[in-house]
Each structure stands twice: as C-alpha cells, then as structure tokens.
C-alpha cells in the first residue's frame, strides 16, 4: 500500500538530526523489525545454551544466528532488512558474514573439555 500523499500544507516532522520522524504506530514499528527479532531469538538460544549446557553448540548456535543475521540482509531490500541494514549493503554483508564464520569456525576447531 502507498504512503499517503501529503498536501502542501502538511508539515513533515523531523528528529535533532534532520531525519523524517515516522508516525507508524509504535507496534507496527515493532513487528516491522522481524529479522532482528529472529536474529535476536537465535542468539539468545545460543548464549542460553553456552552458559548453562553446552559450549561448543551454543557457540555453533551463535555463529549460525549471525550467519543467519547475513543470509537475511543479503536477500531483504535496505527498507524490509530494518535494523539489520546499519551501513550499505556491502559493509554489512563483508562484516556480518566474517563474524559468523569465524564464531562458526572456532566452535568447530574447540577441543571437547576433558
């Protein structure tokens, strides 16, 4: 659905840093932010599972959230990507991805404790 059209005597809002203050409504702001949300809810099964049961599958848990988090920002357009999107696209994906093979990675490499 398109946004409604402003009339010429509509004023837009702007924040301190000159940006459009969005007047969504506080919960469909909220549910606009499914990707983090899912992102979110992976990492704290991860770090639930690393601090109480096991570390090396909540390290595997965690990395594969955060290789999650770049699969999302990488098919997701800037705007449906929400609070995933903080640079440009290329920023996000290089820095995301790297830090969720790494954390995969060295969940792999971890020797089990003795």
Known sequence: ????????????????EGNPIDDQPLVQRAVDQWPLALVLI?????????????????????????????????VLTQERAGLLAIRS??????????????????ALVVPPPR
């Open 1 to 16: 659905m398109p946004p409604p059209k402003k009339d010429a005597g509509d004023e837009i809002r702007l924040d301190g």
């Open 42 to 74: 992976g990492v704290a099964v991860g770090l639930l599972i690393l601090a109480f049961a096991d570390f090396k599958q909540g390290s595997l848990i965690l990395g594969c959230s955060v290789i999650f988090a770049g699969a999302l920002r990488t």
């Open 89 to 106: 696209r290329p920023i996000d994906l290089i820095t995301v991805y790297s830090l969720g093979i790494a954390l995969t990675t060295l």
